[in-house]
T-cell receptor, first 114, second 112 residues
Framework: EPEVTQTPSHQVTQMGQEVILRCVPI?????FYWYRQILGQKVEFLVS????????KSEIFDDQFSVERPDGSNFTLKIRSTKLEDSAMYFC????????????FGEGSWLTVV | ELKVEQNPLFLSMQEGKNYTIYCNYS?????LYWYRQDPGKSLESLFV?????AVKQEGRLMASLDTKARLSTLHITAAVHDLSATYFC????????????FGQGTTLQVKP
């Protein structure tokens, strides 16, 4: 059973369209993250989110991106106006960095921008 | 800026052989993560190494951490085809926000 469930598993969108990727943790947690992986490349950090606020974001996470946890359960990543280079696998993750436990990754949402 | 480098990036080996994947990182860290990724799939956690000298083993995989050398190794013993995958190491960024910086990944191909 996955620690984190992501939807959609695959989305194809037109360039310039808005996309929302969703993440649902199996149980209540405070630390969430979004990462992306362009095909064949390494995994890149986008943003960390603690207690309903962004705690750190990368250079990739520009004004086109936003995250929120609107209902205390779902955790979303919004890309306002998609570009071709946003095509990638987006992973949601959760885990307390202060603990000795791992960071768990979701199954991923594959975004294709055409 | 923290950099994490793995080598080799690609490894083709025969079943039954042993090999080691190396992960170097550029700034101080007392913990390191290893993940496995099958093509098109998620990242599966293999090990979390929490201190200098930490060694963990699971089946044919053994990981170790030397924080003074800023080096972790993932040793594969008597490889089998099922171990074919891409292996990533990851190091926490500064600030304790949970951010992980990943290496480039090592793609392992085990041939029968």
């Amino acid at each position: 059973e996955p620690e984190v469930t992501q939807t959609p598993s695959h989305q194809v969108t037109q360039m310039g369209q808005e996309v929302i990727l969703r993440c649902v943790p199996i149980s209540n947690h405070l630390y969430f993250y979004w990462y992306r992986q362009i095909l064949g490349q390494k995994v890149e950090f986008l943003v960390s989110f603690y207690n309903n606020e962004i705690s750190e974001k990368s250079e990739i996470f520009d004004d086109q991106f936003s995250v929120e946890r609107p209902d205390g359960s779902n955790f979303t990543l919004k890309i306002r106006s998609t570009k071709l280079e946003d095509s990638a696998m987006y992973f949601c993750a959760r885990g307390d960095p202060r603990s000795g436990n791992t960071i768990y990754f979701g199954e991923g949402s594959w975004l294709t921008v055409v | 800026e923290l950099k994490v480098e793995q080598n080799p990036l690609f490894l083709s080996m025969q079943e039954g052989k042993n090999y080691t994947i190396y992960c170097n990182y550029s700034t101080t860290s007392d913990r390191l993560y290893w993940y496995r990724q099958d093509p098109g799939k998620s990242l599966e956690s293999l090990f979390v190494l929490l201190s200098n000298g930490a060694v963990k083993q699971e089946g044919r995989l053994m990981a170790s951490l030397d924080t003074k050398a800023r080096l972790s190794t993932l040793h594969i013993t008597a490889a089998v085809h099922d171990l074919s995958a891409t292996y990533f190491c990851a190091v926490p960024g500064s600030g304790n926000t949970g951010k992980l910086i990943f290496g480039q990944g090592t793609t392992l191909q085990v041939k029968p």
